[in-house]
């Protein structure tokens, strides 16, 4: 069955960076994109970009242009997300999810656990 | 301020039917087709409910229906029943082969 299963929960402090990643199992890993949404406490889903899993290809939302790189390895079928210069207001749920773009519409329909990113100083 | 503009909040007793709607308020929404709508219980992963507009994946109640009319997509729970109370988010893929999210819907079940 298909499972996206993300890293552990990171505590960083100001100014640092995060990578989380994204474990991608039973499907055709290179076949799909892979997105990243993240989710403020208390607030709505943010989408943050996509990665192509098999070429590498990305999109950034405007607003983390410069700041995100997502990347993946497809020997370990994972996706990562790496979110630098951390602020305060980046505390949040990261969550990975696989899009069906490639194969029929554009519409996430498998998600990760997501990620809980707490940044304090 | 997102391209997608939901209510915050609606509700409606057991059995009742409720809609929730949800706004293109950019042209960049790439003409509107490819609007999806998921389901999220506190502390849960999101879930899709709808995609590409008015479809439905297999295992989604049948109570569950989407439409649109010009810029406005709609999902609509019928037979409302407590384990509906959740948010609810719209997402349009845009011209720009971007993804966004409407900011989110409150349903309560009263």
């Known amino acids: 069955q298909v499972q996206l299963v993300q890293s552990g929960a990171e505590v960083k402090k100001p100014g640092a960076s995060v990578k989380v990643s994204c474990k991608a199992s039973?499907?055709?890993?290179?076949?799909?994109?892979i997105h990243w949404v993240r989710q403020a406490p208390g607030q709505g889903l943010e989408w943050m970009g996509w990665?192509?899993?098999?070429?590498?290809?990305?999109n950034y939302a405007q607003k983390f242009q410069g700041r995100v790189t997502m990347t993946r390895d497809t020997s370990i079928r994972t996706v990562y997300m790496e979110l630098r210069s951390l602020r305060y207001d980046d505390t949040a749920v990261y969550y990975c999810?696989?899009?069906?773009?490639?194969?029929?519409?554009?519409?996430?329909?498998?998600w990760g656990q997501g990620t809980l990113v707490t940044v304090s100083s | 301020q997102s391209a997608l503009t939901q209510p915050a909040s609606v509700s409606g007793s057991p059995g009742q039917s409720i809609t929730i709607s949800c706004t293109a308020t950019?042209?960049?929404?790439?003409?509107?087709?490819?609007v999806s709508w998921y389901q999220q219980h506190p502390g849960k992963v999101p879930k899709l409910m709808i995609y590409?507009?008015?479809n439905r994946p297999s295992g989604v109640s049948n109570r569950f229906s989407g439409s649109k009319s010009g810029n406005t997509a709609s999902l609509t729970i019928s037979g409302l029943q407590a384990e509906d109370e959740a948010d609810y988010y719209c997402?349009?893929?845009?011209?720009?082969?971007?993804?966004?999210f409407g900011g989110g819907t409150k349903l309560t079940v009263l």
């Open positions: 999810a696989r899009d069906q773009a490639t194969v029929t519409t554009p519409f996430f329909d498998y």
């Open positions: 039973g499907y055709s890993f290179t076949g799909y994109y």
């Open positions: 990665i192509n899993c098999n070429s590498g290809g990305t």
């Open positions: 950019s042209s960049d929404v790439g003409g509107y087709k490819y």
């Open positions: 590409d507009v008015s």
């Open positions: 997402s349009s893929y845009t011209n720009s082969d971007t993804r966004v």
